[in-house]
């Protein structure tokens, strides 16, 4: 093997794809098209979700003068109730009312106008007021499921927080009006403590809790930035292997190359020394790109020994797809075929694989197929260590499988490549 | 004789999936010599200069280049060869000088000094002024040109040319032998391989005719004229060589023997003086229009077709 050589075939390999104006459209514009897509339509946080109420009074003391709590407020609390976005406020109910036209509500609720319909029965208000109870009736859309639960989960937590607050006025009423001189000492704070036992037996607090990478759209973009990356390793890997020798082919160069003084290897080598320049500048796009954009992508391996592992995953991922890249060129007859035949081998397996689209998207026997892929395991590891900034614990676990599936992958693709090599001679 | 071997070749045999390619070929080219390879396509010259490029294994017999086996010292071989096949080697993408540089760092050469050799041999095959012109702005001569300078770049003693002027023009292909003729007064050993007859009369000091995977006849290009006897050419060139005029004129030939193209027929005498007037007799007989009439010596195609009873095309 020839230094010299090595070097000469890849400063070569990198200067025609360079000059290549195809190429770069993969290696530089695609990547920044595709991000620029997903930035734009995907990373962005699921949007609250606003449900259409209609209300419907079937009580008759709705609109009595002298009542703390009446339906008709609680209509007026409803409209008012917001969730805070990184867009602004959105409000959580579009209410609709209705009079007391129960009928009129669920014809509207069945023809799908209407996510809900709460109606009031009859002395809501003045049962709210004394303190006795106040019925209500909630009717929800079926047929989807998630509507179905969300719509369910926030009339529900709606509901529970408006009686809680009714409790809580109605208990501290009721302490004000303690006559206290007739009570032994410290029974007054016995009694309230007891009536709060009363209307909370289970007293549970709810708080959602999200990954701190995933929270916003700076988290979504970090891990679309690493999806990219790993589409790039699998398109441009395999291309990259495919048209290793039939391109040269092609070119008719080939026999004029094996006329000078190197090996098989040197020329292999210096082919994949080329394609790990670009594979690394494509990802370098990516990332760049996606920092640009705001991405959240960790990088102190100074800190983090797991982010210097980052260039031998990425070296690995382009190793793995080149040798199956090379496998693809013993099938291929022209550059052209090669290419094809790579694209449209790389492209499904761009989604399949769950390094495009999320794994919990996919059947579940793909998902079984996406676990075992040694790129996908490369691209989770990277996305752990880039996006969530684990730490060794999410690397080493794959790395035994990865360094395997490299030497299997490029091990088979060197002999495919000495069998493309002897047929082209 | 006390030469010095450049190229042995001893009873080469090469099989491509039951097809025999080179059907034992023998040969010694000496050093300084222009040895061409006339044949028709499909002769097995290209894949004797893939084997001596060390590109191609031979299934049986032995070639040895500058003392070096062919099979067990193909790097060496390599090393110490040029080649220079039909084909355009440079990239087309890349200009001259980076295509010089890139086949430099495969000889190993350092920057520096490919750099220089670039520059010399650019220089040497005229393509300096363009050297940074992308290749695919070339003519054909001058992507001829390059591969030439290509083939120097190690400075190589033997030069494999493999029908290097195919497809050219003829002033193209003037230029191309002008550069040959520079290399042999440099001493380098050149085989050259063309199915031009002019081109292995006028650039060999010898001649190998191969047909059918053979070399049928080895020798001087005078040597081989002389082979075909003590016999004359007259060429008849007519406006439509037809085939009333071709049995005509094949009469008057020896050995019935005649060479035609579209527009021309040679037959061969003896008697140069006495056949003519009655060839020309015989052309106009045969309702021809005769263009022009000359007699002159046989070349390598008339040699050609004395040992193969058919024409070098």
Known sequence: ?425 | MGREVAVSVRELVKEYDGTLALRGVSFDIYKGEVFGLLGPNGAGKTTLMNILAGILLPTSGKAEVLGHDVVRESRAVRALVGFCPQETVAYEELNAMENMMFYAGLYGLPRSEAKRRSKELLEFVRLLDVAKKPVREFSGGMKRRLNLAIALINDPEVLLLDEPTTGLDPRARRDAWHYIEGLKAEGRTILLATHYMEEADRLSDRVAIMDLGRVIALDTPEALKKSVGELSVIEVHVEEASEALKEALSALSENGKILSGEDYVRLYTRDPEAVLPKAVEATLRAGAKVISVSVSEPTLEDVFLKLTGRRLE
């Not at chain 1, 949007?47 to 419907?56: A, F, L, Q, R, S």
């Open chain 1, 1 to 425: 093997m020839g230094l010299r050589a090595i070097l000469a075939i890849a400063e070569r390999d990198v200067r025609s794809t360079a000059k290549d104006k195809m190429a770069l459209f993969w290696i530089v514009a695609f990547p920044i098209f595709m991000l620029t897509m997903s930035f734009l339509l995907w990373a962005n946080p699921m949007p609250p979700v606003t449900v259409k109420v209609g209300i419907v009074y079937e009580d008759t003391t709705v609109n009595w003068g002298n009542l703390t709590f009446t339906a008709k407020n609680i209509t007026d609390i409803m409209k008012e109730v917001y969730v805070e976005t990184e867009e602004g406020k959105v409000k959580v109910f579009n209410v609709v009312e209705y009079g007391n036209k129960t009928d009129e509500a669920l014809r509207d609720l069945k023809a799908g106008k209407l996510d809900a319909v709460v109606v009031y029965l009859d002395r809501f208000s003045v049962n709210a007021s004394y303190g006795l109870s106040a019925k209500a009736e909630i009717y929800v859309r079926g047929g989807d499921a998630y509507t179905e639960q969300v719509t369910r989960a926030v009339l529900t937590q709606f509901f529970d927080e408006l009686s809680d607050r009714i409790a809580e006025a109605r208990i501290e009423v009721m302490e004000q009006n303690f006559p206290e001189d007739q009570l032994p000492p410290g029974q007054k704070q016995m009694i309230v403590e007891w009536m709060k036992g009363l209307a909370w037996p289970v007293n549970m607090t709810i708080e959602t809790v999200t990954p701190e990478t995933l929270m916003g759209k700076a988290g979504l973009r970090g891990w679309f930035t690493i999806a990219m990356t790993g589409v790039q390793l699998l398109m441009s890997g395999l291309a990259i292997g495919a048209t290793m020798v039939v391109e040269e082919r092609d070119r008719k160069t080939l026999r004029r190359l094996m006329a000078a003084p190197i090996g098989p290897w040197d020329l292999l080598l210096g082919k994949t020394l080329s394609g790990l320049v670009w594979l690394g500048i494509s990802s370098l796009v990516c990332i760049g790109y996606g920092l640009a954009w705001g991405a959240r992508i960790y990088w102190h391996p100074l800190e983090n020994p797991a982010h210097a592992l980052v260039p031998v995953l990425l070296l690995m991922g382009g190793l793995m797809m080149t040798g199956l890249g090379l496998l693809i060129s013993m099938v291929a007859k022209t550059s052209k075929g090669a290419s094809g035949l790579a694209t449209a081998i790389g492209f499904p397996l761009m989604f399949l694989t769950g390094i495009w689209m999320p794994k919990w998207m996919l059947p579940r026997p793909l998902r079984v197929f996406a676990n075992c892929f040694p790129l996908t395991m490369i691209v989770d590891a990277l996305r752990a260590v880039m996006v969530f900034d684990a730490g060794l614990e999410a690397v080493l676990p794959v790395l035994p499988w990865t360094i395997l599936a490299t030497l299997v992958f490029y091990g088979l693709g060197v002999l495919a490549y000495k069998v493309v090599l002897r047929r082209s001679l």
